[in-house]
């Protein structure tokens, strides 16, 4: 069931990425990751541990999983 939903999800990402909703992938990744607060930097900007979460979390499940910029910029509704 967790494969399938994931797998619907990815499918979803490259086939009808206008259709994405940030908090429907959110929702995702806070079900099946563990998600540990981290600073991250996104280009000149530093985010501290806590700050830019929902962010974070995109950014990582989209190296997770291989995601173009296009289809990581999707993820973000």
Do not use: R, W
């Amino acid at each position: 069931m967790i494969v399938m939903l994931m797998n619907e999800f990815l499918e979803k990402i490259k086939s009808q990425p206008q259709e994405i909703v940030f908090s429907d992938l959110l929702d995702l990744i806070e079900k099946y990751y563990n998600f540990t607060e981290t600073a991250f930097k996104n280009g000149p900007h530093l985010n501290l541990a806590g700050q830019n979460s929902g962010s974070c979390k995109i950014f990582s499940f989209a190296k997770l999983h291989d995601l173009t910029a296009p289809q990581t910029l999707a993820c973000f509704g």
